[in-house]
């Protein structure tokens, strides 16, 4: 069993439309981490969190440690949206030096 | 300052060949990080530094790998024999080794080995 699972896989919509991802994980960890890889490879770092809820534009992530499950959001979605969106956990043991990664989810969102 | 970047973004090799792959992280970044990623799967984790010291091994990094950052600075990742499984992007990234901080990623290198 994947120690972090991402949910859908591939997700379609509409653009304007509210999109949710979600990522869930076995571990105990220090941090979790939601990158955004474009085609070509590339990976930037949207949000790393360890409570609660941040905020940067139209993307809010949320993560509840209990339930070790994170959300990501995007509102208002637009076509530039479109990419594979990874959520990553720190180990609790080894912090951010040993990531574990999802397998990411593809969101693709038509004009 | 530029970001983390790689170098060849691209390499094809024939099986069998050594190829190597470069990372110049950050400057002032004193972690560097090495993953791993195949078509449709996430990043894996392949080792890390604290300035030169290589502090974490994976143990996807077999006898044929080797990874070097030897003033702290650039690092480099060789592959000897390489095998048609080592097919892959490598991703390098850094940060400032610091509680909550940011990891910033290159581009990533593409090996194809044929």
């Known amino acids: 069993k994947n120690e972090v699972e991402q949910s859908p896989q591939n997700l379609t919509a509409q653009e304007g439309e509210f999109i949710t991802i979600n990522c869930s994980y076995s571990v105990g960890i220090s941090a979790l981490h939601w990158l955004q890889q474009h085609p070509g490879g590339g990976i930037v770092s949207l949000f790393m969190l360890s409570s609660g809820k941040k905020k940067h534009g139209r993307l809010i992530a949320t993560i509840n440690i209990q339930e070790k499950h994170s959300s990501l959001h995007i509102t208002a979605s637009h076509p530039r949206d479109s990419a594979v969106y990874i959520c990553?956990?720190?180990?609790?043991?080894?912090?951010?030096?040993?990531?574990?990664f999802g397998t990411g989810t593809r969101l693709t969102i038509i004009p | 300052d530029t970001g983390v970047s790689q170098d060849p973004r691209h390499k094809i090799t024939k099986r069998g060949q050594n190829v190597t792959f470069r990372c110049d992280p950050i400057s002032e970044h004193n972690r560097l990080y090495w993953y791993r990623q195949t078509l449709g799967q996430g990043p894996e984790f392949l080792t890390y530094f604290q300035n030169e010291a290589q502090l974490e091994k994976s143990r996807l990094l077999s006898d044929r790998f080797s990874a070097e950052r030897p003033k702290g600075s650039f690092s480099t990742l060789e592959i000897q024999r390489t095998e048609q499984g080592d097919s892959a992007m490598y991703l390098c990234?850094?940060?400032?080794?610091?509680?909550?901080?940011?990891?910033?990623f290159g581009e990533g290198s593409w090996l194809t080995v044929v």
């Open positions: 990234a850094s940060s400032l080794g610091i509680e909550g901080n940011t990891i910033y």
């Open positions: 990553a956990v720190g180990d609790s043991n080894f912090g951010n030096e040993k990531l574990t």
